[in-house]
């Protein structure tokens, strides 16, 4: 299909990024969403943009506030209305002694957003992740205890949000930390009476049955192998290549198995350095197994090795997303009935789902 306008403009501002011309909003960023950006709401479109890091001093959008309107302005002209995501109200209260915002962000329209262990076990982490920075910002607590996150849940079950992707660092390599996310995800079950649907993310585990584990209180998962390229996988993230292939194979089949045909997502990052072959026929092999490939462009983190690097431009990243999209839907693997709960239903990191 071919994309709108407003798709479009969501591929460009996630590729070039926003300025910010408003305290407010200021405020509001690493609030949402992955861990450097802002969540816009405009032409009933959802969007993090990228608002820190050193690429988007050359962006030629800015956001700023125009009478009673908050407006996103490109190169002095006025392009639209947007809406900023709002703090939730729950941020202002406490769990177990601690600030509630610490245990879950607002990700998006309707998500929170926890990574219950903030810690990664392995020596060579992956170059663009910045699970470290926010525990070391003080912005967060280095482990969420599932009472205390089951207590956030039922707060933001009350406002409205329906559905927590919880995820994990990789505290081990045997069981991949899907032990506390079990026990987490089955406490925002039970605090909000079953209602809020989970979404649980992991490497893959040793034992396989650990999925199963997951599989009995979550209602989807993604397992993400980011690149499908060997060469740039051992340079960007040498510890998933450690673990080989097969692995994330048996994985992505079993949680299939356990979760149903697309209720299993797995990120590709698009702008790793590898060739471009390699995410389409990443594609192919996750749409073959019945996992969904959630396609998205880097977002360089600050403070990380891949901070100062920049996402692909927009024209790159359209035709990747509809190479992508013709790929999943030829695989009958639609968006419609396609995870429960995670990135694909909240679809604000990327513009794949906007684009099927
Ligand atoms: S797409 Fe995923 S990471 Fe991005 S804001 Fe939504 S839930 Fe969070």
Redesign the pocket.
């Known amino acids: 299909m071919e994309p709108s306008d407003a798709v479009r403009l969501k591929v460009e501002l996630q590729s070039q990024g926003v300025r910010l011309a408003i305290e407010d909003a200021k405020g509001r960023v690493g609030g949402?969403?992955?861990a450097e950006g802002i969540?816009l709401f405009f032409e009933e479109l959802i969007a993090?943009v990228p608002a820190c890091a050193a690429f988007v001093s050359a962006s030629p959008f800015t956001l700023e506030e125009r009478g009673a309107a908050t407006v996103l302005v490109r190169d002095g002209s006025e392009l639209c209305r947007v809406e900023v995501a709002a703090p939730p109200a729950y941020y202002s209260r406490k769990a177990g002694g601690v600030a509630m915002e610490k245990i879950a962000l607002r990700?998006?329209r309707d998500?929170i957003?926890s990574t219950v262990a903030q810690s990664c076990a392995r020596a060579e982490p992956c170059l663009f992740c910045g699970i470290s920075l926010s525990r070391k910002a003080g912005a967060t607590i280095a482990r969420k205890s599932p009472g205390d996150l089951g207590e956030v849940a039922a707060a933001a079950w009350d406002e409205g949000f329906s559905q927590a992707?919880l995820t994990t660092g990789t505290t081990d390599l045997e069981e991949c930390g899907i032990p506390l996310l079990v026990s987490c995800s089955e406490a925002v079950k039970r605090s909000t009476g079953g209602g809020m649907e989970v979404h649980v993310q992991f490497e893959p585990p040793e034992d396989l049955a650990l999925i199963d584990r997951a599989a009995s209180s979550a209602d989807s998962a993604a397992i993400n192998l980011e690149c499908f390229d060997e060469d740039t996988l051992a340079r960007v993230a040498p510890g998933k290549a450690a673990l080989g292939p097969d692995r994330y194979r048996a994985a992505w089949g079993r949680a299939v198995e356990a979760m149903g045909e697309g209720q299993v997502a797995c990120f590709i990052i698009v702008g790793l350095g590898e060739p471009a072959a390699s995410v389409l026929e990443g594609c192919h092999l996750l749409t073959s197994l019945g996992v969904f490939p959630y396609v998205l462009p880097l977002r360089p983190i600050p403070g990380t090795p891949m901070g100062s690097c920049a996402p692909p431009s927009a024209s790159y990243m359209l035709s990747t997303y509809e190479a992508a999209a013709g790929i999943i839907e030829s695989s009958g693997l639609s968006r419609k009935g396609v995870l429960a709960a995670?990135?694909v239903r909240?679809?604000?990191?990327?513009a794949i789902t906007d684009i099927l």
């Open positions: 949402a969403g992955p969540t993090t990700h998006g998500c957003g992707v995670g990135c909240c679809g604000a990191c990327s």
